[in-house]
């Protein structure tokens, strides 16, 4: 199947948001993000759908459309009138319901639509993987800049704004994060199932570590791992590529969970 | 040290703090008691730059809060530590020293030593590469303790530090704290539920119920009319349990 370019250009991508996601993802689940992340998948939508009308590139609409659902919802939560759940409900649904009008405002939108809902990793092309590579590098580089002090604030905000570290901001900074990788993620599995690439390998990794370091690792090379078993099983028995992925890990999780249920020793 | 001049302090327009003044000198402990709602944490945030004031001036090494040279370690009130928490003890207590390093910086050889004098100090070096969320409650608050030494080794701020602790535990953790203000003499100011064992403990005392009710030493303060009328009860203080706490706290 490597004979294909365009196999090439898919395992490429898969690796690259594999890696990504499983790294980012020790944070999702460490902080407990999963929700905020799924609003935010599904609000990229909405992005994409205004790029495609506007006959803008419907990734970067959908990052700038992304980032400012994630800023949004951190704004209102600050408020704290509603609960987070209420709030990330709200902008979700209602950035989904634009994304779907706009689709249907076009001809042929059934076909656009599911490609960005579901993945369409098979069409993507030269250019598009130097995006989500120069992505990818951006986002891991961002990351690694600012692992301290956010591995400190997850431990415990309160004292890291006591010893001074810039506790909203870095919040803001790993929720922008979080929208920039799921629009990465978006051509591989769509928005539906990034989701499940964000917190499927770094659930796994904590059952079978217990030091951040180990499960960082273990996260990342299981994101890639779906990734590259996922669509090796797509090609071999004709399915939905996006969807393997996702499949492949949470098969993963699952021999995971046999293995290692009571978590690491 | 620590100063405190008319400081007043709201939240969402309804007064938390009014009026509160009082200076800890170095090398002295101040507890902090009141009922529940009395406003004792918003004054220890208030005093590292977490909450606003709203009237009066707080002063921490002559610096305005959060913004002293010297830092401050603190230890707030918490539950337990998530049993899965993917860090160990020294990685915690390491978190003491980030205010010094500069990003993607490895921790630097002072650093390293920082921490295991920190953890040699409160009992804990050989616990180090423990994951910490596995530890016990006494052992999980020393090495907050010690997270709070490697943030300073001069001014401690701790919000109900023996809170969750059953009796042995907190008379330990007491000790600890004891031998570590005689080793580097140490400046602490405390907030606890625990009038009786605060009482014990710490050199003087302040009882706020949003106002200052009365400061003085703990002799003078447990039986006092002002902390009578801060709680709105009466106290009926057993006289050995008291004398058992000030016998511990004797020899400071």
């Known amino acids: 199947m490597l004979e294909f370019a365009f196999m090439q250009r898919a395992f490429a991508a898969a690796v690259v948001i594999g890696v990504v996601c499983g790294a980012l993802g020790f944070f999702v689940v460490l902080r407990r993000l999963a929700f905020i992340g799924v609003g935010i998948s ?17 990734l970067a609409t959908g990052a700038v459309f992304a980032v400012a659902v994630a800023l949004g919802i951190a704004a209102v939560r600050r408020r704290g ?29 059934q076909q656009d639509l599911f490609g960005y809902l579901f993945g369409d990793v098979l069409a993507i092309s030269n250019g598009e993987l130097l995006t989500l ?4 590098a951006a986002a891991v580089t961002a990351l690694a800049l600012a692992f301290r002090p956010l591995f400190f604030i997850a431990f415990d905000e309160e004292i890291a704004q006591a010893y001074g570290q ?31 690439l964000l917190v499927i390998p770094a659930a796994s990794a904590a059952l079978w570590a217990a030091g951040w370091r180990a499960q960082l690792a273990i996260s990342t090379g299981l994101g890639a791992a779906s990734g590259v078993l996922g669509l090796a099983l797509a090609f071999a028995l004709d399915l939905a590529a996006g969807a393997s992925i996702v499949l492949v890990s949470t098969g993963l999780f699952f021999v995971s969970l046999a293995l290692r249920g009571r978590g690491p020793t | 040290m620590v100063r405190f001049e008319d400081v007043s302090i709201e939240r969402g327009g309804v007064p938390v703090l009014e009026g509160i003044s009082f200076s800890l000198r170095a090398g002295h402990f101040l507890g902090v008691v009141g009922p529940n709602g009395a406003g004792k944490t918003t004054l220890l945030r208030a005093m590292l730059g977490l909450v606003p004031i709203t009237a009066g001036r707080i002063e921490v090494f002559g610096a305005r809060p ?3 040279p010297t830092g401050v370690g603190y230890v707030p009130q918490r539950q337990a530590i998530a049993p899965t928490f993917p860090a160990t003890v ?57 997270q709070a030494l490697c943030a300073s080794q001069q001014l401690l701020v701790l919000d109900e530090p023996t809170i969750g602790l059953d009796l042995p535990a907190e008379q330990a953790f007491y000790e600890l704290l004891r031998s570590l203000e005689d080793e580097l003499g140490l400046t602490v100011i405390a907030v606890s539920h625990d009038l009786v064992a605060l009482a014990a403990e710490a050199d003087e005392l302040i009882c706020i119920n949003r106002t200052m009710h009365v400061h003085g030493n ?35």
């Not at chain 1, 900074?173 to 499940?196: D, F, K, M, P, S």
């Open chain 1, 42 to 58: 599904h609000s990229a939508i909405g992005g994409v759908a205004i790029g495609i009308v506007a006959g803008l590139p419907p």
């Open chain 1, 81 to 109: 009138a509603l609960s987070e759940d209420a709030v990330i409900g709200v902008f979700f649904s209602g950035s989904m319901a634009l994304g779907v009008v706009l689709f249907s405002l076009q001809r042929g939108y």
């Open chain 1, 133 to 136: 590579a120069a992505g990818g």
């Open chain 1, 166 to 196: 810039p506790v909203g901001a870095l919040n803001t900074a790993l929720l922008v994060l979080l929208a920039v990788t799921i629009v990465i993620g978006v051509r591989l599995v769509g928005a539906i199932l990034i989701e499940a």
């Open chain 2, 66 to 68: 959060g913004m002293a």
């Open chain 2, 90 to 146: 020294r990685d915690i207590v390491m978190m003491g020293r980030l205010r010094g390093l500069g990003l993607l910086q490895r921790a630097r050889a002072e650093d390293q030593e920082a921490v295991a004098r920190s953890l040699a100090r409160v009992g804990m070096h050989e616990h180090a590469a423990r994951p910490i969320g596995r530890l016990s409650g006494g052992e999980q608050r020393r090495a907050l303790l010690a």
């Open chain 2, 218 to 252: 703990p002799g003078e303060v447990v039986h006092s009319h002002a902390l009578r009328e801060a709680y709105r009860c009466e106290f009926n203080f057993i006289a050995g349990e008291l004398a058992h706490h000030e016998r511990i706290g004797g020899d400071r």
